[in-house]
């Protein structure tokens, strides 16, 4: 057995960018974001047949197939992957999964690095993940920014310097599906428009506060802010802390401390603590 980690990664703004008809190495979006230390584990053997597994639970997962379809046709493998934020609310759990997922099948079947990630990458776009979060992951800065579209070398994304020491999330709602968003022509637009301001303004000189107000004025010009999101970033930003939306999810990443962010979204609110990280994804486990 193979185990690996993968990070998280929080998309602060974003612009889908590339022909996704075209070469799927040189696709998918620019943008800024947080790798997060939280992520995704996998556990990976060989065996007859694919079996997948998250969370405990045995189910169908798209993205994961088409990892192990890309990077080791008809062979079969018991895939376990355990997630520490929720799927589908922006923490980029899928990409995690499917990094962690490739870098140890990879190291199963003998295959690089670099092919783990591309195939991951490609897994992302074919099943409707998120277009630049395995772009982001390569990346080992605290925040990276998607700075020409695609996976390195074929894109390109640099660290800033900025780091999240202290960072909590807030789920507030139900699951935001990517694929459904970005197939509405008209949010699509929205959500170009504002990322590619946002994204050249951050460039100037990137820093924290600039970060959280360029996120606030995104999720509002593209249109994807729930009520319960908008909700909570006004109880926050009124009590003096930054706090923006994560896409796409109904969720939030903040700088108030845990204890406050549960004291101002109640009870209703599913809260995690972490921080932004730097460290690779990789190998933790072989037996």
């Keep these: 057995m193979v185990s690996a980690f993968c990070p998280g990664h929080i998309t602060c703004f974003f612009t889908p960018a590339g ?16 790798r997060t230390s939280l992520g995704a584990f996998a556990d990976v053997h060989e065996r007859s047949g694919t079996r ?7 189910t169908d997962l798209p993205v994961t197939s088409r990892v192990l379809e890309l990077l080791a046709p008809g062979r ?27 870098l140890a099948v990879a190291d199963i079947c003998g295959i690089g690095k670099q092919e783990a990630f591309e195939a991951a990458h490609k897994a992302e776009i074919l099943g409707g993940g998120g277009l630049g979060d395995v772009s982001a992951l390569y990346c080992l800065g605290h925040q990276p920014v998607r700075v020409k579209e695609g996976i390195p070398p074929y894109g390109e994304v640099i660290p800033t310097g900025v780091e999240f020491k202290q ?22 637009s929205a959500i170009s428009n504002a990322g590619r301001r946002a994204v050249k303004e951050y460039l100037v000189k ?31 930003h009124a009590e003096g802390y930054r706090a923006a939306m994560c896409m796409l999810g109904n969720s939030i990443f903040t700088d108030a401390p845990e204890t406050e962010a549960e004291s101002l979204l109640g009870p209703g609110a ?6 932004s990280t730097d460290k690779s994804a990789g190998i933790t486990h072989r037996v």
């Design 19 to 34: 022909d996704l008809s075209a070469d799927l190495l040189s696709c998918g979006s620019l943008g800024a974001g947080i």
């Design 52 to 58: 997948t597994v998250m969370d405990g639970n045995e």
């Design 76 to 102: 079969g493998f018991d895939v376990s992957v355990e997630n520490g934020l929720p799927c589908g609310e922006g923490f980029g759990m899928s990409a995690a999964g499917a990094v962690a997922v490739a």
């Design 167 to 188: 960072l909590t999330l807030a789920v507030l709602g139900p699951k935001m599906h990517t694929g459904s968003v970005l197939s509405d022509p008209v949010r699509v």
């Design 206 to 236: 990137p820093d924290l506060g600039k970060l959280y107000g360029l996120s606030n004025r995104f999720s509002v010009e593209a249109g994807v802010e729930c009520a319960e999101v908008s909700d909570a970033l006004s109880k926050l």
């Design 270 to 275: 599913n809260i995690f603590s972490c921080s």
